[in-house]
């Protein structure tokens, strides 16, 4: 079975920090560069962070650029999110998914509130 399965999601208070984890199998997830989007209520999907089918490269929407860090585990076929200084406009549904393909994960809610 193809999919994606994110976790790590939560309510956290402002300036503090979440690492997301997106698993893969059913395909051969070290071919596919991986990407974050994220989505909040009444707002259109956002892409947050891409990274590479190996790693080598990254890049970020501007709202999050150094505070958000994308990496991947090709041997866990699992992609991370490392997520720091969290300000409430970080809360949203994040998705995980497998560039140029329909597979997506199911989301994970970030809460970003005191």
């Known amino acids: 079975q193809v999919q994606l399965v994110e976790s790590g999601g939560g309510l956290v208070q402002p300036g503090g920090s979440l690492r997301l984890s997106c698993a893969g199998s059913g395909f051969t997830f070290s071919a596919y560069a991986m990407r974050w989007y994220r989505q909040a209520p009444g707002k259109e999907r956002e892409l947050v962070a891409h990274?590479?089918?190996?790693?080598?490269?990254?890049n970020y929407a501007d709202s999050v650029k150094g505070r958000f860090t994308i990496s991947r585990d090709n041997a866990k076929n699992t992609v991370y999110l490392q997520m720091n200084s969290l300000k409430p406009e970080d809360t949203a549904v994040y998705y995980c998914n497998a560039f140029g393909s329909s597979i997506w994960g199911q989301g994970t809610q970030v809460t970003v509130s005191s």
């Open positions: 990274i590479t089918s190996a790693g080598g490269r990254t």
